[in-house]
T-cell receptor, first 112, second 115 residues
Framework: GQQLNQSPQSMFIQEGEDVSMNCTSS?????WLWYKQDPGEGPVLLIALYKAGELTSNGRLTAQFGITRKDSFLNISASIPSDVGIYFC????????????FGPGTRLSVLP | EAQVTQNPRYLITVTGKKLTVTCSQN?????MSWYRQDPGLGLRQIYY???????DKGDVPEGYKVSRKEKRNFPLILESPSPNQTSLYFCASSGLAGRLNTEAFFGQGTRLTVV
């Protein structure tokens, strides 16, 4: 099935640095979601976006719904050790009925 | 508290022994779905359901069955498990697309090992 493209695949950063990651698709989406997954646990919703151009924050996290509706971005400011994990994007659109399409994830490591 | 509950969290079984993984949600969601997650392959959809008695195949349905007799429950059934079904399984639920707040909520996961 369709998958979203996420970049980077993985990243190593120093504690306190800012992080940016993105998610792209060849088709448009009506909803963009960002999740964080800890090892062996279920993905936890971080931010949900429903309108093109929408910019939403959740604490140190900020995500944007791209104007073209084909991409989304997640930024984490002033990273801390507990930010370590895998970040997934997900999209939903009429093209895929009720189903969600997921990216492969960005693995984030934070060095002290 | 809004949640999706899967049981069991961990399961080791032998090839061919039928098993069921339960999933229950308390948010009155119409949509429920099962995924398996394997290293390097991301989340792959097994089956989904848009409402009671309405189920459909996802990308990797072979070897699995589901049922949706009640809105809150969506069990995953492995009639004759095989080692290639060893994986981490997630159940998720959401409202239907086109409405407000239709994000997916995930269960804690079930790690299944088939020997």
């Amino acid at each position: 099935g369709q998958q979203l493209n996420q970049s980077p695949q993985s990243m190593f950063i120093q504690e306190g640095e800012d992080v940016s990651m993105n998610c792209t698709s060849s088709s448009i989406f009506n909803t963009w979601l960002w999740y964080k997954q800890d090892p062996g646990e279920g993905p936890v919703l971080l931010i949900a976006l429903y309108k093109a151009g929408e910019l939403t924050s959740n604490g140190r996290l900020t995500a944007q719904f791209g104007i073209t509706r084909k991409d989304s971005f997640l930024n984490i400011s002033a990273s801390i050790p507990s930010d370590v994990g895998i970040y997934f994007c997900a999209g939903r659109s009429d093209n895929y009925g009720q189903n969600f399409v997921f990216g492969p994830g960005t693995r984030l490591s934070v060095l002290p | 508290e809004a949640q999706v509950t899967q049981n069991p969290r961990y399961l080791i079984t032998v090839t061919g022994k039928k098993l069921t993984v339960t999933c229950s949600q308390n948010m009155n969601h119409e949509y429920m779905s099962w995924y398996r997650q394997d290293p390097g392959l991301g989340l792959r959809q097994i089956y989904y359901s848009m409402n009671v008695e309405v189920t459909d195949k996802g990308d990797v349905p072979e070897g699995y069955k589901v049922s949706r007799k009640e809105k809150r429950n969506f069990p995953l059934i492995l009639e004759s498990p095989s080692p290639n079904q060893t994986s981490l399984y997630f159940c998720a639920s959401s409202g239907l697309a086109g409405r407000l707040n239709t994000e997916a909520f995930f269960g804690q996961g079930t790690r299944l090992t088939v020997v």
